[in-house]
């Protein structure tokens, strides 16, 4: 039997176990920072495996260690994320979530379910591979300042140095079985702008005698638009979105100030300093024009993902080996962020995306929905392919 079959093969017997595990996390979820319960699961899951490991890195990360012959020879990591979200879950399900208002609505009980698969295959076969394999179990995917730069600052990517990295994403729209690769850039940077106007209140009826913050307020939504449509060149992409708009009035009542939030987005990170500066100018010149002030604070969150196209390529080969060619695609760039990219941007890095839906069981809502859920025969790829690809990495 050869290493691709009896990966496979260990993939399907493990699958009622790793189905188990996910459904575990999936039950318990926690949010970014606060993963302390999933990382004492995670840790005993590595204790049972007898896999040598550290916790508390970056928060609750954990660093584990498979080391097979010659192991000083190389070393790659395996990374998955830990925490949920805020969303109240709206499945029907035995393994919904028992904490209200948090859900594991992003697929990363998956993703560590996954990791934990291919630990247990790696492990079983460490006398097939020379080098070393790191399991990041990270924390605070979905939170600035982000678990991954945490970690990167805490040494994850060192004693002993990593070569180069893969990580796997949940993506609904792709069928279960199939897997796509984006080469070069392929997630964009994202920051979050919150901005806040004053004006002066007063009685709706006199609005002659009011600064009126919602009116400089909707003239600044407006004029944001230019940042991308009249100032972003054209073949580079960019979103300016603002999703929060708060004005604490009443029918008869101008407030005395306004609340705005949203996210920029973009591939460039020249374009992305200017653009910073491009927001700024334009709040607080709208609002000085009508008499009033607006308070800028950009928070400046994850840089762009980009896939090394060496390693990316080879990866989509080998997932063609291991899957077929049929279900291995390939994808454009996605104005959606992850702080895997700072990963990216220390060592080379592929961060793929990992097939969870199925149409014909109705397994079709996006991520961060309260209905979003997986085939759970992803789990099998999950595992299997990124335990393939491991060590297929370290003998080339």
Known sequence: MDLKDKIKNLA??????????????????????????????????????????????????????????????????LRADIDALPIEEKNNCDYASKNIGVMHACGHDVHTTSLLGAAKILN?????????????????????????????????????????????????QLETGKVAFKSGIAMASCDEIYLTVKGKGGHGAVPHLTIDPILIASHIVVALQSVVSRNANPIMPSVL????????????????????????????????KEAHQKIKTICESIALSFGGICEVNIEKGYPFLKNDEQTT????????????AENVEEMPARMTAEDFSYYSQEIPACFYRLGTGNIS?????????????????CLKIGSGLMAWIAIKHLSQ
């Open 241 to 272: 979105s603002i999703g929060k708009f708060i004005a604490n009035g009443a029918t008869n009542v101008i407030p005395e100030e306004v609340k705005l939030e949203g996210t920029f987005r973009t591939f460039d990170e020249q374009w992305r």
């Open 361 to 377: 069981k109705g397994i079709t809502s996006s991520i961060h929905t309260p209905t979003f859920d997986v085939d759970e025969n």
């Open 124 to 172: 079983e076969l460490k006398e097939h591979f020379e080098g070393s394999i790191k399991l990041i179990f990270q924390p605070a995917e979905e939170k600035l300042p982000g678990g991954a730069s945490i970690m990167i600052k805490e040494g994850v990517l060192k004693n002993p140095a990593v070569e180069v990295i893969f990580g796997q994403h949940v993506l609904p």
């Open 12 to 77: 399907d017997a493990y699958y009622n176990e790793l189905v188990a595990i996910r459904r575990h996390l999936h039950a318990h979820p926690e949010l970014s920072f606060e993963e302390k319960e999933t990382a004492a699961y995670i840790s005993n899951k590595l204790d049972e495996l007898g896999i040598e490991h550290t916790t508390n890195i970056g928060g609750h990360g954990i660093v584990g260690i498979i080391k097979g012959k010659n192991p000083t020879i190389k070393t790659i990591a």
């Open 313 to 324: 390529n080879a990866s989509f080969a080998l997932a063609q080996q291991y899957l077929g």
